[in-house]
């Protein structure tokens, strides 16, 4: 299995403006993905981020709103970029097992004001 | 469209009742199936996961998953519940062998010691 370390943990964020949220994994991983957890909702993918490519994104999400980095293989970001109040959610970073499961970090629950 | 239904959104149980969680999912063909379980305050975690051969999956903390492909169904049970399996519980697949999991909107489950 994977250590996965999210930061923030959670934040509190005005409306109009942006967060980094930061996923570092004790191992060096090629994949490395990002879901969302709405309230009351499903996991839902956002992207998934190669080290030393483009992130590829769902179909509902733009790099304009969620740029995301993989600079090296244990370590990704992704920005929620000019937040509204429907982007409260809680963030999750992933990465693949050998087995095809997914290994998940603490998460960073974002509430926009 | 490729989805997951989880229909039981809360479930009440007291201690050592039997638990059966449904999960439906709509694809065709090959599919990987995974139960992940969310205690309160932790990250997800898997429980069991399904690729192929025996259709009756065994995980951790004695659960298991049955696989009935005739009726794209795979449900968590347990014989007898404890108070400390109160807890989110997700189904989720993955028809790309990709780690490229959609997940269920999940199933509260609460037991009552």
């Known amino acids: 299995s994977a250590v996965i370390s999210q930061k923030p943990s959670r934040d509190i964020c005005q409306r109009g403006t942006s967060l980094t949220i930061q996923c570092q994994v004790d191992s060096q991983v090629t994949m490395m993905f990002w879901y969302r957890q709405q309230p009351g909702q499903s996991l839902t993918l956002i992207a998934t981020?190669?080290?030393?490519?483009?992130?590829?994104?769902e179909s509902g999400f733009v790099i304009d709103k969620f740029p995301i980095s993989r600079p090296n293989l244990t370590f990704s970001t992704l920005t929620v970029s000019n937040m509204s109040p429907e982007d409260s959610s809680i963030y999750l970073c992933s990465v693949g097992g050998r087995g095809g499961e997914l290994f998940f970090g603490e998460g960073s629950r974002l509430t926009v004001l | 469209a490729q989805s997951v239904s989880q229909h039981n959104h809360h479930v009440i149980l007291s201690e050592a009742a039997s638990l059966e969680l449904g999960c439906n999912y709509s694809?065709?063909?090959?599919?990987?199936l995974f139960w992940y379980v969310q205690y309160p305050g932790q990250h997800l975690q898997l429980l069991l996961k399904y690729f192929s051969g025996d259709p009756l999956v065994k995980g951790i903390k004695g659960f298991e998953a049955e696989f009935i492909k005739s009726k794209f169904s795979f449900n968590l049970r347990k014989p007898s519940v404890q108070w400390s399996d109160t807890a989110e519980y997700f189904c989720?697949?993955?028809?790309?062998?990709?780690?490229?999991?959609?997940f269920g909107t999940g199933t509260r489950l609460t037991v009552i010691p």
């Open positions: 989720a697949a993955d028809q790309t062998g990709a780690n490229n999991l959609f």
């Open positions: 694809y065709g063909g090959t599919v990987n």
């Open positions: 981020a190669n080290q030393g490519s483009e992130a590829t994104y």
